[in-house]
């Protein structure tokens, strides 16, 4: 006599539906971005500037544009004590082991005074809360999924990228991939796979949000969606695997190491 088995068939739960990506019109106004506030005690000193946030100190540097922010925030520590709220940029600098983390700092922007003035990001952000907008994907150096900010492109960008070095140009389009921590997204971060075909693999969603800053874990954490998920993206400004295996070389040639992903 046959013994026939009384397990019941395994079901297996049907896959969460992925949600539609929209298409970004041509006069949707979106770039790409990472911007924030960041609180904390700032200090100026012979080695540099930082900003100690939640027991953690974070190096704070400027870039050409945003010089004079940087110096009126200097002045605004001396005139009112090193307890600041600055608005900054993230910036991420991967390496090329998983195993090695990355480390963390802060370009300064400016700073929220004691009267925040008339269309200051601090009418739309908190502390610790940051709008970012870019390339939702895993990148090969983070085990973590990042949002891949580019430069935003412009016709003075691209004069200048034409009248700069292999090395100025590598520089200036460096992209920043922020790490990102989002349980349930509702579409999954890009990552490419070497055993499909180019036209197989796909491409990342360009996301919108705002993210809150954890100094605890040194990433940021998904908050809110600003916009929907969309297919396409706005353009920006990206160096040629060319031009940055030409720096590389040269790096290696001179007995630097690119450290940078």
């Known amino acids: 006599m046959t013994k026939t088995s009384s397990a019941k068939p395994i079901v297996k739960p049907k896959p969460k539906p992925r949600q539609e990506l929209i298409e970004l019109p041509s006069d949707s106004g979106a770039i790409f971005q990472a911007v924030g506030i960041l609180p904390g005690d700032v200090a100026f000193e012979e080695q540099g500037a930082s900003i100690t946030v939640e027991g953690k100190q974070y190096r704070l540097f400027y870039s050409r544009e945003h010089r004079n922010a940087f110096e009126a925030l200097k002045l605004n520590v001396k005139a009112n004590g090193s307890s600041q709220r ?32 008339e269309g200051c990001i601090s009418r739309e952000l908190q502390d610790f ?34 009248e700069a070095t292999v090395e100025e140009k590598v520089r200036f389009m460096k992209a920043s991939h922020i790490p990102l921590l989002w349980s349930n997204p509702p579409v999954r971060p890009f990552r490419f796979n070497p055993k499909l075909e180019k036209e197989q693999q796909g491409s990342s969603a360009f996301v919108q949000i ?32 060319k031009d940055k295996a030409e720096v590389l070389a040269k790096s290696k040639a001179t007995g630097g190491k690119s450290k940078r992903s």
């Not at 809360?129 to 003075?156: D, H, M, Y």
Request: with cysteine.
């Open 210 to 241: 705002t993210a809150s800053f954890l100094p605890d874990q040194d990433t940021f954490e998904f908050k809110a969606l600003r916009c929907l998920p969309a297919s396409n993206s706005p353009k920006g400004l990206k160096a040629g695997k």
């Open 129 to 162: 809360e940051f709008r970012i907008a870019g390339l939702w994907q895993f990148i090969p150096v983070c085990p973590t999924p990042c949002i891949t900010v580019l430069k935003n492109f412009s016709s003075e960008r691209v004069t200048l990228i034409k």
């Open 86 to 117: 600055v608005i900054v940029y993230p910036y991420v600098r991967h390496f090329p082991k998983k195993e090695q983390p990355y480390q963390l700092a802060f370009q300064v922007v400016g700073f929220i005074g004691k009267t925040p003035i």
